[in-house]
């Protein structure tokens, strides 16, 4: 795109589950982002719009939002990238109900990481020496692969199996099970295959592979799913785990 | 309606997710006509002739060439997902997605240069 | 869609995978030949070992593609779990009767 355009149509939403799209005109600048034209219009031009920030550095996760049709992180979207001749449209996070304008509800998204057990169960107390894990064994290397998860809902968002199956818990609740479930230290492998090899986990996931394709950490969600689908028929078919 | 999710949509590997399960939908709706077809010879030799030369029309063996292909995509599309929950691929999947629709491809114009 | 379901849809794709192979080769055979209804109910009445092959098919087809249906049946259609799994057990019958009724009918004489 050259450096012609001076000024960007940026279209929001407002509202909540039901509003429209809402067209600005915000100046176009240099190494300008997403967020930055979403700030612009919520301090110059609207005060009334809602959206979410922190860190404005790619490291928090939370100004996801849908920028034309497509989940991203907005502090890490240079205009200039996705701006088809000066337009932009940008609407909340797909799959998730919508609060106001560009936030949502990430409730059931945290849920759904319990429901599938992410959360590290510990098998030891402070009185035995600390486990010493080699970093290059595979379980860990597996691990590691998928542990830089933010929790920023764009996987989340660009999945068509959440869409479609509300009981899904999604790509980032089963990579997190899958960090855990190569975790020599923790505890609780049997009930989180268990508990993801029920209806809703990770025999829903289909591979398309749109979280690979979406996650702007560069994680396979489809691969660690993968993964726990071949641990869970194992577990089933040795009967640690039941249906 | 909230914010229009459209471009994931534009992968290679989303739409060969999409035409495994359609084909293996058209393959579940086409097989109970099948096995009905089959199930002619109960009644007589002559009932599944005359079904046999009804299958000789052109149209009906442009459609065999489908289900043909069908058939093979909905094979080479599991084999790519027992791929994906087996083995840690990423790169060059495109590639072999694309591969298999060929592959199916040819394989369902190998059966129309048979049958016409 | 659980472990169970997805051994199973597994299990019966990989024993499908040969049989749809064989299945195809019979098909240009067939179709290359311009058998007609004689000719092939003449290499099947009777045989055993066309029983077996198409018999094993059958119930592993309509075994997938009933976990195949349900899987679209609750994502695509208003049906709950519930529901999609009692209709995908429907069609799954209707299959296996279909096509039990169907291998029968070119072997038995």
Same mark, same amino acid.
């Given at each position: 795109m050259s450096g012609q355009i001076s000024e960007l149509s940026v279209s929001l939403w407002r509202g909540g589950k039901s509003g429209r799209y809402q067209t600005y005109s915000v100046p176009r600048r240099e190494s300008q982002t997403v967020l930055d034209v979403v700030t612009f219009v919520q301090r110059?031009?609207?005060?009334t719009l809602s959206y979410r920030f922190a860190c404005?550095? @790619?490291?928090?996760?939370?100004?996801a939002m849908t920028v034309n049709g497509r989940p991203r992180w907005t502090c890490r979207t240079h205009v200039g990238k996705v701006a088809d001749n000066g337009r932009l449209e940008i609407g909340p996070l797909a799959n998730l109900p919508v !609060?106001?304008?560009?936030?949502? $509800?990430m409730e059931i998204f945290f849920r759904n990481w319990q429901k599938a057990k992410g959360a590290f169960v510990p098998?030891?107390?402070? &009185?035995?020496? !600390?486990a010493q894990i080699r970093p290059d064994s595979p379980a860990r290397i597996a691990a590691d692969a998928a542990i830089?998860? !933010?929790?920023? @809902?764009v996987c989340y968002a660009g999945c068509d199996t959440v869409r479609w199956n509300s009981g899904y818990v999604g790509p980032a609740a089963l990579t997190r099970a899958w960090t855990l479930v190569n975790d020599?230290? $923790? @505890?609780g492998n049997t009930a989180r295959l268990q508990a993801v090899a029920?209806? @809703?986990?990770?025999?829903?996931?289909?591979? &398309?592979q749109s979280c690979q394709e979406l996650c702007p950490q560069t994680l396979n969600p489809t691969a660690a799913i993968a993964g726990l689908k071949r641990r869970t028929a194992a577990a089933y078919l040795k009967g640690e785990i039941e249906a | 309606m909230t914010a229009r999710l459209t471009?994931?949509?534009?992968s290679a590997l989303w739409l060969a997710a999409m035409v495994h399960r359609i084909s293996g939908l058209a393959l579940a709706i086409f097989l109970p006509f099948h096995f009905l077809a089959l199930g002619l010879a109960i009644d007589s030799d002559a009932r599944f002739e005359s079904f046999l030369r009804w299958t000789d029309q052109p149209l009906v063996k442009f459609a065999e060439g489908g289900l043909v292909f069908l058939l093979a995509v909905h094979l080479l599309g599991g084999l790519r997902v027992l791929v994906i929950e087996n083995f840690a691929w990423r790169d060059g999947q495109k590639q072999l997605a694309t591969l298999a629709a060929a592959v199916s491809v040819l394989i369902a114009v190998g059966f129309l240069a048979r049958v016409f | 869609m659980n472990v169970r379901l997805y051994v199973w849809q597994r299990a019966t794709a990989a024993v499908m995978a040969p049989l749809v192979l064989g299945h195809l080769a019979v098909i240009f055979y067939a179709t290359r030949q311009g058998l007609s209804a004689a000719d092939i109910l003449a290499r099947t009445r009777g045989s055993i070992v066309w029983a077996a092959y198409y018999g094993l098919f059958v119930a592993a087809a309509s075994i997938h593609a009933a976990i195949g249906i349900r899987n679209i049946f609750s994502e695509?259609?208003?049906?709950n779990e519930r529901q999609a799994g009692f209709l995908a057990i429907l069609f799954g019958l209707l299959l296996a009767l279909l096509g039990a009724r169907a291998v029968a009918a070119v072997v038995l004489s």
């Open positions: 110059h031009l609207d005060p404005r550095v @790619g490291v928090c996760g939370s100004c !609060i106001k304008d560009l936030t949502t $509800d098998s030891q107390t402070r &009185h035995e020496p !600390i830089e998860c !933010i929790n920023c @809902g020599e230290r $923790d @505890g029920a209806d @809703g986990g990770c025999h829903s996931c289909h591979s &398309h | 471009k994931h949509r534009d | 695509w259609s208003p049906f």
